[in-house]
C-alpha cells in the first residue's frame, strides 16, 4: 500500500513516538479489507511501538481504530482507507496518539479537555477532497485529547450506500450524535464555537483587549498575507484578522501559472504562506468575521473593525483584502438545494457523483476545467455558458470538446433547479436564442460562474464601491479614505488571479508605510495609549 517514500517518510514520522500505539481493525472478506489488513501491517512493522490486531467487531467493516495503548478510553476510528489527501491526517493520528504534542493552540487545547458532555461525531471525507483533511484532523485531535468525545471519518466512495442513505451529496460532511451537524469545511476553533456555548464571548474579550495596531490587514488571503509581511519587515505593529487565513485558496487544487513555481495546490500554497506569515511578529486572528468599518474621524486617527463575535479591533492604517466568493446563480432551488445536488467545488464533491449525470454551469476557464474533470468520474456532464460562445482558453476548450460524455450548451439559461425527496433531480434550461424552454434530468449542479467581492461589511461606511461592489483603488492601492487601502480579488483591479493579488497587497503593504511615516498620529491614538 505504501510506496517506497512513503515508507520512508512514514518511518522517519514515527520516530516522534512517546507510547505505544495500537491499531485494531475490523476486516470483511473484501478488496478494501484486503488493503487496510496490508496497511496496518505495513505501518506496524515501521516502528516496535506500533501494533496492530485484526479481532475489532465493528459493523463497519473495513474500520480501524488508532489509540494509545496506555488509555483505550481515547480513539479515533477510520472506516475505508486514509489515503490521497487523507494521510497526512493518518499520520498525525498515530503521532497525537503515541504521545507527540500536537501544533495547536493552548487555550484552544485546553478547551478540548475541558469539555462536558458526550459528542459522537461521525464525519464523510473523499480522497480527493482538499478540504476534508482540516475537519478530519481536528475533529482526531478531540477525540484523542477527550475521552467524552469519538471520532469516525468514513471515506464515502467505500461506504456508498451508507453516503446514499444519509443523503450526503457533498463534503466534509459532519454528523453528530446520529444529527446532521455541519457541510464543510470547519478548522478546531469553529467546531469548539458551535458545542462549547460562551467560546465567542471568551474569543471577543480577548481580542477587544488587544493595543490598537499600526497596520491591520482584514482578510488573510495572497493579498493579506502579502501585505502583513511587508508591513512587518518595516518594523510596523501588524495584525492579520482573517475569516478564514488562506481564503480561497483552500477551495483552488492545481495551481500552475505562479512564477517561479511549476506546480503546487492552493491548501499547501496556504500553509506556505501561514508559516511565512509566522517567521515574522504578525499577529494571526484567524476566524475573525469583519462585519462593520468605522473610519477614523480625521487623518492619523485610529480605525476601528468590528468583529462577528463582538470583538472592535483599532488601528492606524488599514489594508482591507477580504477576497471575493462563488456567485450564486439566484434561481429557484440553488438555495434549497446547496449540498444536496448544488455544489460549487468540482475537486472536493465530484466523487460523490460518480456514473451520474451533471451539468456545470460556467463557460470561463473554471467552469470548463470543472467539466473535464468531472466528465473522468461521472456517467455525463451538461456543460451549460450563458453566452453565444465559451470563455475558457481554447487548450481547454479542445480538450472539453474531445470527451465523449460531455455536451456543451450555449446561449442558455438555467431558470430552476428541480429536485425531489430532497435531492436535486433536474434543471430547466432556457434557450436564450428561440426562447424555448427543456428540462434536463440529472442529479448535481455545479455552479462556477465568477466572483463576488466580499464588500457587504463595508456599507455605510464611506468607502467609495463599483456599481459591482468592489472596492476603488488608485494606483499605489489609496481608497477614497485616508489610512485605508485595498488589495486583491475586493478591489477593482482586473485580472483576479493569485500573482496578481500578491502584488497588489505588496503594494498596499508599502503605501501605508508610506502613509505612516507621513502621517502625524491624532489626538485619539494619545487616548487610546
Known amino acids: 500500500m505504501l510506496d517506497a517514500n512513503l515508507t520512508q517518510q512514514l518511518k522517519t514520522y514515527l520516530a516522534n513516538l512517546r507510547e505505544p500505539v495500537e491499531l485494531v481493525a475490523s476486516l470483511g472478506d473484501d478488496e478494501k479489507s484486503r488493503q487496510t489488513r496490508e496497511l ?156 462549547d456555548t460562551g467560546a465567542d464571548a471568551k474569543a471577543a474579550e480577548k481580542l477587544s483587549a488587544r493595543e490598537p495596531f499600526e497596520v491591520l490587514v482584514i482578510g488573510g488571503g495572497p493579498a493579506g498575507a502579502a501585505s502583513a509581511i511587508y508591513t512587518a519587515r518595516k518594523g510596523f505593529r501588524t495584525g492579520i484578522a482573517a475569516e478564514r487565513f488562506g481564503g480561497q485558496l483552500h477551495d483552488t487544487l492545481g495551481i500552475e501559472n505562479l512564477p517561479g513555481t511549476a506546480y503546487t495546490e492552493g491548501p499547501k500554497l496556504a500553509g506556505d504562506l501561514e508559516r511565512h506569515v509566522g517567521e515574522y ?33 483599532k488601528s492606524r492604517s488599514l489594508i482591507l483584502a477580504t477576497g471575493a466568493r462563488w456567485r450564486n446563480l439566484g434561481v429557484p432551488g440553488e438555495a434549497e438545494y446547496r449540498n ?91 434557450d436564450r436564442k428561440s426562447g424555448d424552454e427543456r428540462r434536463i434530468e440529472l442529479e448535481g449542479v455545479f455552479v462556477q460562474i465568477g466572483l463576488v467581492p466580499n464588500t457587504e461589511w463595508l456599507e455605510g461606511s464611506g468607502l467609495e464601491l463599483t456599481k459591482f461592489g468592489e ?5 499605489e492601492g489609496r481608497t477614497n479614505l485616508p489610512g485605508i487601502f485595498g488589495a486583491g480579488d475586493v478591489t477593482d483591479v482586473p485580472y483576479k488571479q493569485i500573482v496578481v493579488a500578491m502584488g497588489e497587497g505588496s503594494k498596499a503593504g508599502l503605501s501605508a508605510f508610506d502613509y505612516l511615516i507621513r502621517t502625524e498620529p491624532a489626538e485619539d491614538i494619545a487616548q487610546a495609549a
Open 40 to 195: 496496518l501491517e505495513e505501518i506496524a512493522a515501521l516502528h516496535d511501538d506500533v501494533s496492530a490486531s485484526f479481532d475489532g467487531t465493528d459493523e463497519r467493516k473495513p474500520s480501524f481504530v488508532i489509540r494509545r495503548a496506555s488509555d483505550a478510553e481515547k480513539w479515533v476510528r477510520f472506516a475505508g482507507l486514509p489515503m490521497g489527501h487523507e494521510f497526512t491526517s493518518l499520520v498525525l493520528a498515530l503521532l497525537w496518539a503515541g504521545g507527540h504534542p500536537p501544533k495547536v493552540d493552548a487555550d484552544l487545547l485546553e478547551q478540548v479537555r475541558g469539555l462536558e458532555g458526550d459528542f459522537n461525531f461521525e464525519m464523510y471525507f473523499s480522497l480527493s477532497c482538499h478540504n476534508c483533511p482540516d475537519v478530519v484532523q481536528a475533529l482526531t485531535l478531540m477525540a484523542l485529547e477527550n475521552p467524552r468525545i469519538t471520532a469516525t471519518l468514513i471515506e464515502g466512495g467505500t461506504y456508498q450506500d451508507e453516503v446514499d442513505a444519509r443523503d450526503v451529496m457533498a463534503v466534509p460532511a459532519t454528523f453528530l450524535n446520529g444529527e446532521p451537524f455541519y457541510n464543510g469545511k470547519m478548522e478546531l476553533a469553529e467546531i469548539l464555537a458551535k458545542i
Open 340 to 430: 444536496k445536488g448544488v455544489a460549487y467545488c468540482p475537486h472536493c464533491d465530484g466523487p460523490l457523483f460518480k456514473g451520474k449525470r451533471i451539468a456545470v454551469i460556467g463557460g470561463g476557464n473554471s467552469g470548463v476545467e470543472a467539466a473535464i474533470d468531472l466528465a473522468k468520474i461521472v456517467g455525463h456532464v451538461t456543460l451549460i455558458e450563458f453566452d453565444e460562445k465559451l470563455r475558457a482558453d481554447e487548450v481547454l476548450q479542445a480538450k472539453l470538446r474531445s470527451m465523449p460524455n460531455v455536451e456543451i450548451v450555449t446561449s442558455g439559461q438555467t431558470t430552476e433547479i428541480t429536485g425531489k425527496d430532497g435531492k436535486v433531480d433536474g434543471l430547466v434550461l432556457k
Open 471 to 475: 472596492i476603488v483603488t488608485d494606483e
Open 281 to 313: 511578529d504578525i499577529d494571526l486572528m484567524n476566524l475573525a468575521k469583519a462585519v462593520k468599518l468605522v473610519p477614523a474621524k480625521e487623518a492619523g486617527g485610529l480605525h476601528t473593525v468590528e468583529l462577528g463575535n463582538g470583538a472592535s479591533l
